[in-house]
């Protein structure tokens, strides 16, 4: 294990009770950032508000996952040749386990903006789940950090400065993970006990007249009801990837439906509500797409009930509250979009660029910029600003995490705490 990183704690509650509420994976609990938070704080700074921040060595975009007393991240050396999963202390930010997961003789080179351990873990009780791309995927036990079972044969061809993004997540005893490079396409679920292959479906888009870059996407699915489904608890996997949206039967991996479009590297995430999923189509002229789940077959034509093309994000994944969408584009327009028809409630310029998904609490928005700068903006049809928040000056790309009363952001060299102390 590396030597104690560095922990700076100002203040340390005893006695400490867990609020209810984990963030298990991207986005938390539902995937789709919704936190359950009463009491997140408002206001921070460097100097207000902040429990802990520590140091996490090397480099890495993995958002935290939390379960009980633990908060895990992935982190790897700007080189690719080691890949590490940390794990700290949710009360005082020391460091518990730092495994060294994987070695990597020969990486493939990745964009300056992405990292070698971008795509985010998900972690349950005793087991956290981490995924490096082509270069590797690991389950370890939370308790002693030893590596229980890992795969190296979930592999893409990454390159073109690209990278590893696409995070994993579970679903029932399968872990789901997508592995969409230049050269091979395809969903895959594995046991999530022992690491096997349960099933797995090749994209059913016809690539080979697709350029090679373009076959690409990094993004994760999400788990939606699944409407006049036999079950009355019927779900499916809605996966978006280059050149087309698919829906999946979980339990098989059978194709159920798919919309075809024209964009690939796609980054955001989809999400669910008002009978919909709101999902984003392509990176270089992104698309905010709301369609019916209830669709079998190619269903382009039939099932896409809005379109917004102005404003839309490239890297952030959309955010439901209610029946508005909130968005923010990489270049800082946010926009407040009416979920069941497309029009724009409101569209405003905030400050900075913007990689990092947005959450809710509380009637709030969190919108943070890659400048480690957040705005909190109110979840309504009216544009307020409730507060603007800086840490230091280090790059944040990370998707915050949320667990109890406490807000966990990860920058460039650091991992922070942060709570409304003043209700201490």
């Not at 373009?214 to 994760?220: E, I, L, P, S, V």
């Not at 943070?368 to 979840?379: G, L, M, P, S, Y």
């Not at 949320?402 to 460039?412: I, P, Q």
Request: hydrophobic fraction near 40%; aromatic fraction near 10%.
């Amino acid at each position: 294990m590396r030597a104690a990183l560095l922990v700076w704690i100002v203040f340390s509650p005893c006695g400490l009770v867990w609020a209810a509420g984990n963030w298990s994976q991207f986005r938390g609990p539902d995937g789709e950032g919704h936190a359950a938070a009463e009491r997140l704080p408002l206001n921070w700074s460097e100097n207000e508000n902040v429990v802990w921040k520590t140091a996490i060595h090397d480099r890495g975009w993995s958002s935290p996952v939390i379960w009980g007393d633990q908060v895990w991240v992935t982190t790897a050396t700007r080189d690719g040749h080691e890949l590490f999963a940390v794990c700290l202390d949710r009360a005082t930010g020391a460091i518990v386990h730092d495994v060294r997961v994987f070695e990597v003789a020969d990486p493939q080179r990745i964009a300056a903006a992405n990292t070698y351990a971008s795509p985010t873990p998900v972690i349950e009780a005793g087991r956290v789940y981490v995924h490096y791309g082509t270069y590797g995927t690991a389950c370890l036990d939370t308790a002693s950090g030893d590596v229980l079972w890992t795969r190296r044969d979930l592999n893409c061809d990454h390159e073109a400065g690209a990278g590893p993004n696409s995070s994993p997540f579970l679903v029932g005893d399968l872990f789901v993970v997508h592995v969409d490079g230049r050269d091979v396409q395809y969903i895959v679920a594995l046991d999530k006990l022992s690491g096997d292959t349960v099933w797995k479906t090749d994209r059913s888009v016809d690539y080979s007249t697709v350029p090679e870059n373009q076959r690409k996407a990094f993004t994760m699915p999400t788990l939606v009801p699944r409407p006049g489904g036999q079950d009355g608890d019927a779900r499916q996997l809605v996966s978006p990837a280059a050149q087309a949206v698919y829906a999946y039967d979980p339990a098989n991996g059978e194709e159920l439906w798919k919309v075809r479009h024209s964009g690939w590297s796609i980054a955001p995430r989809a999400v669910y509500g008002q009978g919909l999923i709101f999902v984003v189509v392509d990176h270089d002229h992104p698309e905010l797409w709301a369609v019916r789940p209830d669709g079998v077959g190619d269903v382009t034509e039939s099932h896409v009930e809005w379109k917004a093309t102005q404003g839309m994000p490239a890297r952030s994944s959309p955010l439901l509250v209610g029946d508005l969408l909130f968005v923010v584009s990489h270049g800082g327009v946010a926009t407040c979009l009416d979920a069941t028809t497309g029009d724009p409630v409101w569209k405003k310029r905030i400050e900075g660029k913007y990689s990092a998904s947005a959450f809710s609490a509380g009637g709030r928005v969190y919108f943070f910029n890659e400048d480690a700068i957040c705005t909190v903006v109110k979840a309504a049809r009216q544009f307020e600003v409730l507060s603007i928040n800086q840490l230091a000056e280090e790059q944040l790309m990370a998707s915050p995490a949320v667990a109890g009363d406490s807000l966990f952001v990860r920058t460039e060299n650091h991992l922070y705490r942060i709570d409304d102390l003043s209700s201490q």
